[in-house]
């Protein structure tokens, strides 16, 4: 007989929170979120309690919260609303992004464990930072020039387009953790859906506004709204 869990999801209104939630749900265990946002409209209504969470570092956690979908998102804007985009020295780092419904099934599977355990959430393709944003590219049929820039200048000019979207659109760390190959590990795929695939389906609404994470933590009242 399966056993019938009560189970914590930090952030569970959120993006990859939300899809780990509704896996669980599904599968019957009893949810509860800790949340920094108790007054965000609940999608779950009675079925999931929340209570609250205290983030006493905030800047640390947006680096460790902030989902690949919205760099997905976020790089399909750049191409979209600016008239060149650059990438970080030779753009020959890797990355294997996974769809979040491939991580939040992992994650369901994961629960009935009895032991602490790491796993890679990688997908199934591995693309250089310079393959991502030219197939994103060639996905929403936009052209635009793809420059080597170096860290320090990509850097600042992030900051100058975090002011127009309200952002912080990258962090030095972040920059170097991205250029150091972090986001690519050797390993078997957890996911299965293809990136390109799920691009392809969603091309027409992909980068049509900028995802900031900044502002959905600002704003603890309004529905999370993903691209």
Known sequence: MRRIMRIAVTGAFGYSGRYITERLLQSGHEVITLTNALNRPNPFGAKVTAFPFHF??????????????????NIAWSLRHLPVVGVFGDGDYRLQPIYVGDLAQAAAQKVSG?????????GPETFTYTELVAMISRALGVK?????VSPSVGYWVCRLIGFWVNDVVITREEIQGLMEGRL????PPLGVTQLT???ERHRDTLGRRYTS?????????????SN
């Open 197 to 199: 695939d799920w691009i």
């Open 114 to 122: 009895n032991q602490n355990e790491v796993i890679e959430a990688i």
């Open 144 to 148: 635009r020039p793809i420059l080597s």
């Open 56 to 73: 006493n570092a905030p800047g640390k956690l947006r680096g460790t919260l902030q989902d690949v979908h919205a760099l997905i998102n």
């Open 184 to 187: 690519c590990v050797d390993a």
């Open 213 to 225: 994470e900044m502002s959905r933590r600002v704003d603890r009242l309004s529905k999370y709204q």
